[in-house]
């Protein structure tokens, strides 16, 4: 629990032997599990930045990302614990990520009848897969702290950092491997012939000003060909299968020692978690705080969904996607550790102060922008930037919630997932008919109304003598992945 994860599920895994018992046995656990999850995000990460663009049929890839985080809001208050109890942690990992990798199968013949269904498993995988991950790396660390006599959650911190450490760069090579695939287009689709430039009559249509959105295929949107798609979907399946192979052959299951007493664990996750879930709403901090992830959703979402489509792909290519999607990740990651360490120092609010103040500006460039294949660097500092405010929301957040509702964080975080997860299905549902530029003053609307609620519990907090305002200082940044990259 020191990391955020649910204590429900880790008693569902306590008890629990390894059978490699030296220190580099639980150190080879924690690379085996590391280098699998960065296998299968190099695979799925990459596939989510151009779901949109590749999927041929009208509004399906918009809808197969409505349908995921819908599946994930309805799973993660019940599914975890229920999986990890009958199957343990390692078979639990292994099911879900044959999840994801049904993902990109399913993309290879993408229609409603393959891409929804699909987009339901991974949805239903992705809170098993992270709460099997968090409970395992968290459960290894604890012996290893056994061991050597060590301080427990200073060696689940140190584990967790080795794993996002590598983890973290999935968004650099899945990206880059779609850049360097669809980078063989013979020429950009779109460009006139005789100029060699995209026309400016297309160019009018994107950014702020494209309404045409995912129904109509026009401008440099026009999908790349087939076999050059068939690539990129074989290259990322064959990382998902290997992703699943070297976690059921090389990760050390966690077996449960005291099989008597599990029935009577694995009984209440369901209900107890759910109502407590609901309960922790009587809380007026929570009711006021539940804007900060659902901004956290709606800013992802506009980023892989609009930004990638109305301003990269509209003025300069979908093979342009993986490279600035790049910078995103590289500068997310690095601001992740950074903020969290710097949070000690400065606090929360200089850091939210700080987020919000970047994106604010974002949102009002990219509005007044008009993209142009000549000013080539301004395509990427945009999402870098964006990238520093992200790292903000997702290490401070988790942060917050981890230090105000301390005595419940288990229905704390569920409720976090869950509002983070609606953000998304929300902000994805109304892609389809919205211009971008309404997106972003309905972005704009939820940035402020997020600040101005944090700000009013921040003042309330500020007020009570053993207000938690100290506290929120030590958070490790790790929980702030954790949380994201679902």
Not at 85 to 109: E, H, I, Q
Not at 115 to 128: D, F, K, M, R
Not at 226 to 247: H, K, P, S
């Amino acid at each position: 629990p020191e990391l955020g994860h649910h204590p429900g599920e880790l008693q569902s895994c306590s008890g629990v032997t390894l059978s490699a018992g030296a220190m580099e046995g639980n150190l080879k656990n924690v690379l085996v599990l590391s280098f699998g999850f960065l296998l299968l995000f190099t695979a799925y990460g990459g596939l989510q930045s151009l779901q949109v663009e590749i999927s041929s049929e009208e509004g399906l890839g918009v809808a197969a990302l409505s349908t995921l985080y819908g599946g994930m809001l309805l799973s993660s208050m019940f599914l975890p614990p229920v999986l990890i109890g009958k199957l343990g942690c390692k078979w639990t990992l292994v099911l879900a990520m044959c999840c994801y990798v049904a993902f990109s199968l399913g993309n290879f013949y993408a229609s409603w009848y393959t891409l929804i269904p699909a987009s339901v498993l991974v949805g239903l995988g992705a809170a098993a897969l992270w709460s099997a991950q968090g409970t395992y790396l968290t459960i290894v660390g604890n012996m290893q702290a056994q061991k050597t006599g060590q301080v427990g959650k200073d060696v689940v911190s140190q584990y967790f950092g080795i794993f996002f450490l590598i983890f973290q760069s999935s968004g650099v090579w899945g990206n880059l491997i779609s850049s360097l695939v669809f980078g063989q287009m013979p020429t950009q689709v779109g460009l006139s012939a005789s100029t060699g430039t995209i026309p400016e009559e297309q160019l009018q249509a994107c950014g702020a000003s494209d309404c045409l959105m995912a129904t109509v295929s026009t401008n440099s949107t026009k999908r790349p060909s087939q076999d050059l798609i068939y690539t990129l979907l074989g290259i990322y399946t064959g990382c998902g299968f290997l992703a699943v192979l070297l976690m059921a052959v090389f990760l050390e299951p966690v077996r449960d020692a005291q099989p008597e007493g599990e029935g009577e664990k694995q009984a209440p996750p369901f209900w107890s978690t759910l109502l407590s879930t609901f309960k922790l709403l009587r809380d007026k901090r929570l009711r006021l705080l539940i804007l900060l992830p659902m901004l956290s959703g709606f800013e992802q979402a506009f980023l892989s969904g609009d930004y990638t489509r109305s301003y990269t792909t509209c003025a300069l290519g979908i093979q342009f996607v993986g490279y600035v999607m790049i910078c995103f990740g590289a500068v997310d990651a690095l601001c992740s550790v950074l903020f969290g360490r710097l949070a000690r120092h400065t606090g929360r609010t200089v850091l939210f102060a700080l987020g919000a103040v970047t994106q604010l500006a974002c949102i009002i460039a990219l509005l007044l922008w008009k993209p142009h294949p000549s000013q080539l660097p301004v395509f990427f500092v945009f999402p870098s930037l964006w990238g520093m405010a992200d790292a903000v929301w997702q290490t401070q957040n988790n942060a917050l919630f981890g230090v105000l509702f301390e005595k419940n964080k288990e229905a704390a975080f569920a409720n976090y997932r869950l509002w983070e997860a609606l953000g998304f299905v929300i902000a994805f549902g109304y892609s389809t008919f919205l211009c971008v530029s309404i997106k972003l003053y309905v972005l704009l609307g939820v940035l402020s109304a997020a600040m101005a609620a944090y700000g009013a519990v921040e003042y309330t907090e500020s007020r009570k003598a053993d207000g938690p305002l100290a506290a929120g200082r030590t958070k490790p940044a790790e929980e702030g992945a954790t949380q994201t990259k679902l």
